[in-house]
């Protein structure tokens, strides 16, 4: 009888030990289960963020377009009254198409021709400033500006001008004229 009850009590070691390794490795399969999807939900709501973000982005991206389309037609008109010399008109019109899209240079640079063409020389440096602060390399404008700062005799700004402007295009003779006469003592006897 001993044997036999030893014998049965292996078995039922046995069986007691696969069982609890049987739950063992389910246990951990369960885990691993846990695992994966709590890093897959966390996977699917960055992406989530990600798409909503970009989402997000391509909407400013077409308000931005709708916005500049907006305003060509206006900028369009403003060409057409400053090829023909209607300078006031222009400059309304310009400044119609900077409202709906201020984010064009060009709009700026253009209305500061149109203001200089009216003599209104403190609006023509307003908006050549605001035009090089997005073309910081235009030549032309700072050349503008520069004669208007000379003509309100602003030199020192002049001069700051035109010193840019050479460092960008050395060869500017009319450029180097002026500051040559900007810089010369004035002695008059």
Known sequence: ????????????ILLSSVCIILISFNIVL??????????????????????AEMQKAGFEEIARWQAELSAWPEAEQALEFFLQKEYERACVCFT???????????????????????????????DFTAYLTQATSSVD???????????????????ADIEKLLLRNPEHTEAKDLLKNLKEPTTKK
């Open 30 to 51: 369960l885990q691993k289960s846990y695992f994966q999807n709590r890093a897959l939900q966390r996977e699917r709501e960055k992406l989530a963020g990600q798409r």
């Open 96 to 126: 119609n198409a900077i409202q709906k899209y201020s984010e064009n240079p060009v709009f700026y640079y253009l209305r500061g021709l149109s203001y200089q063409a009216l003599n209104k020389e403190a609006e023509a440096i307003q």
């Open 141 to 159: 404008a700072l050349w503008k500006r520069a004669l208007l700062y000379h003509k309100q005799k602003k030199n020192d700004l002049a001069i």
């Open 1 to 12: 009888m001993n044997t036999e009850h030893t014998k049965r009590d292996m078995t039922i």
